[in-house]
């Protein structure tokens, strides 16, 4: 079974006919569409399958389906699609509002950079939600990797502070930063994610440095929104897109990557520690599909 295997399968091609007559690209922008890929990315992304029809001589719907999904997996080729861990230690910060599953996604991902034997440090800066330290102790436990944390209330950027001096100390290959949800408008939660930035600028001046975004799939457009505001407020370099198995509305993923040209990183698509997986466009595409 593919990792995609648990999207929910909106079919795209399954009541199509066997013609490529223009009730077909309607039919198809519709699916696409309702699958939340939004009307901008669709009609770009049927504009492309129509020419490399023409060009390639596409004659049957089958063909057309293989070729829409290399369309797709091209269009969310974007960046850099793994993380940037070239230097040691290299920092992930994590953002995001409230509920998408920020905390459960670094468990998840230190569990994985763990496994690869890279030797990893988690920092709890959201001190504001309670129990948020100990729902990341939890996860550190179950992975066998170490924490750096302060009492609830505490300056995040005291306990970065501590993060960067332990990361330094312990020779961490990878340090992973727990921030508080935030919403993008919130003008004092934003100045405190600059004045983490300004902690590992000084402290880590030199360290490889990754900002994902987490954002919830079920949320569909909304996401994209978020994405937009966090991208001109914080600056991101990735995206982890969780949930995507509860919803039919993975097009979402495409229209992120081909309007932001931020790439989608990982993906989640259940809550076992190993339903989170570095993203892949084609294999994506052709679950999708």
């Known amino acids: ?31 696409l569409i309702l699958a939340d890929t939004g009307m901008d990315t669709t009609l770009e992304l049927v504009e492309e399958l129509r020419r490399r029809v023409r060009e390639e001589h596409i004659k049957t719907v089958e063909e057309a ?24 230690p290299a920092v992930v910060l994590f953002i995001g509002v409230n509920g998408v599953g920020k905390t459960t996604t670094i468990g ?24 948020a330290a100990e729902q990341l102790t939890i996860w550190a436990e179950r992975s066998g990797v170490e924490i ?4 609830e209330g505490a300056d995040p950027a005291a306990v970065v502070f501590d993060a960067a001096s332990a990361a330094k100390a312990r020779k961490a290959d990878v340090v ?52 937009k505001q966090f991208k001109e407020a914080a600056g991101i370099t990735g995206i982890v897109l969780t949930k995507l198995d509860g919803t039919a509305k993975g097009g979402i993923a495409i229209a992120i990557a081909k309007e932001l040209g931020v790439p989608v990183k990982y993906a989640g698509v259940g809550e076992g520690i190993d339903d989170l997986k570095p993203f892949d466009a084609a294999e994506f595409a052709q679950a999708l599909i």
């Open 108 to 131: 998840k991902i230190g569990h994985q950079l763990k496994s690869e034997r890279k030797k990893v440090l988690l920092c709890a800066a959201d001190t504001f939600r309670a129990a």
């Open 1 to 31: 079974m593919g990792f995609f295997d648990k999207l929910k399968k909106i079919n795209i091609f399954a009541s199509f006919g066997s013609e490529l007559t223009d009730d077909f690209y309607d039919e198809l922008e519709e699916s």
């Open 148 to 151: 750096i944390k302060q009492h």
């Open 176 to 227: 992973l930063i727990d921030t508080a949800g935030r919403l993008h408008n919130k003008q004092n939660l934003m100045n405190e994610l600059n004045k983490i930035s300004r902690v590992i600028d000084r402290e880590l001046p030199d360290c490889a440095r990754e900002t994902l975004l987490v954002l919830d799939a079920t949320t569909g457009q909304n996401g994209l929104i978020q994405a």
């Open 65 to 88: 389906r293989e070729c829409m999904c290399r369309v797709i997996a091209d269009a969310m080729t974007v960046g850099e699609p793994t993380l940037n861990l070239s230097t040691k």
